[in-house]
């Protein structure tokens, strides 16, 4: 059974830094492409960032110079690093792997 565990949400002000993590359980995490989504309420899930199996990486304009993605295929775990993270970051990050989703990890951005 495929499992995608993300964390590493939580309450951050703004200008502040989180790393949110996606652990994957029953699948060979190198082989495949990852993909950060969000949602924000009341909005429809929006792509965030991809990195392809052979390491290369797409991330959407809106954060550009400010979320990094990455993975470790040693620990089958992806990585979506936030830094100055903006009230419009807010909403609940989700990774997806070929058509497997995780159950999401809520990112609050408020002062």
């Known amino acids: 059974q495929v499992q995608l565990v993300e964390s590493g949400g939580g309450l951050v002000q703004p200008g502040g830094s989180l790393r949110l993590s996606c652990a994957a359980n029953?699948?060979?995490?190198?082989?495949?492409?990852i993909n950060w989504y969000r949602q924000a309420p009341g909005k429809q899930r929006e792509w965030v960032a991809g990195?392809?199996?052979?390491?290369?990486?797409s991330v959407v304009e809106s954060v550009k110079e400010r979320f990094t993605i990455s993975r470790d295929n040693a620990k089958n775990t992806a990585y979506l690093q936030m830094d100055s993270l903006k009230f419009e970051d807010t909403a609940v990050y989700y990774c997806?792997?070929?058509?497997?989703w995780g159950q999401g990890t809520q990112v609050t951005v408020s002062s």
């Open positions: 990195i392809a199996s052979g390491g290369m990486i």
């Open positions: 029953g699948i060979i995490l190198r082989i495949y492409a």
């Open positions: 997806k792997v070929a058509n497997w």
